[in-house]
């Protein structure tokens, strides 16, 4: 089974500076997706950035990077230049493992960042 | 806009009720999951629909049932509701391989009186 496990529950950064959001992942499957959502206050779940278990590089999305160190299994989403819009919960997610169906995600508790001004 | 319709976006009702949620998937995706978000559970996967078929089952209790209908859409059944099963529930639709991610729509939040 896929576990993922978040460490911060919440975060405090300030406006313009870059912000990481930790996540390690449990699996044993050779072949994994990881993903990362944001759930702002209004309640909707926004997709931001994918990693494939086999992908050379980090990904990136924009001002989202994905900071992906296998041997460590951790997928840690970097945020550059933060806004305060960016002031959500943040979800990290692998694909797979009985907490999300056959083909579905299993979604670590969630970080609540908060971007001061 | 994700794409993926979820109905009512707030239902209010009272205990031992029952309430149906309805999801409309994004155009040409064929799986829909249904999950819960709770304060206290997280983000609970409770089952899957593939072109019809259920595919997978995570944490539903047997007061709760879904279908997937021939046009796609989904609906989530809730009965006998009980005061813990005010949560926001959410329908995704998968793009599938090879990336899989979920596109999830506003979610429907069921306050329990």
């Known amino acids: 089974a896929q576990k993922i496990t978040q460490t911060q529950p919440g975060m405090f950064v300030q406006e313009k500076e870059a912000v990481t959001l930790d996540c390690t992942y449990d699996t044993s499957d050779p072949s994994y997706g990881l993903f990362w959502y944001k759930q702002p206050s209004s309640g909707e779940m926004i997709f931001l950035i994918y990693?494939?278990?086999?992908?050379?590089q980090n990904a990136t999305e924009g001002r989202y990077s994905l900071n992906f160190q296998k041997a460590r299994k951790s997928a840690n989403l970097v945020i550059s230049a933060s806004q305060l819009g960016d002031s959500a919960m943040y979800f990290c997610?692998?694909?797979?493992?009985?907490?999300?169906?056959?083909?579905?995600?299993?979604f670590g508790k969630g970080t609540h960042l908060i971007i001061q001004p | 806009d994700s794409g993926v319709t979820q109905t009512p976006k707030h239902l209010i009702t009272a205990t031992g009720q029952r309430v149906t949620l309805r999801c409309s998937p994004r155009?040409?995706?064929?799986?829909v999951y249904w999950y819960q978000q709770s304060l206290d559970q997280g983000l609970q996967f409770l089952i899957q629909y593939y072109n019809g078929e259920e595919r997978a089952k995570g944490n539903i209790l047997e007061r709760f049932s879904a279908q997937q209908f021939p046009d796609l859409h989904s609906e989530l059944n809730l009965s006998s509701l009980e005061l813990g099963d005010s949560a926001l529930y959410f329908c995704a639709s998968s793009a599938g391989p090879p990336r899989g991610e979920l596109f999830f729509g506003e979610g429907s939040r069921l306050t329990v009186l």
């Open positions: 997610a692998s694909r797979g493992g009985s907490g999300g169906g056959a083909d579905g995600l299993t």
């Open positions: 155009s040409g995706d064929l799986s």
């Open positions: 990693q494939g278990s086999y992908d050379q």
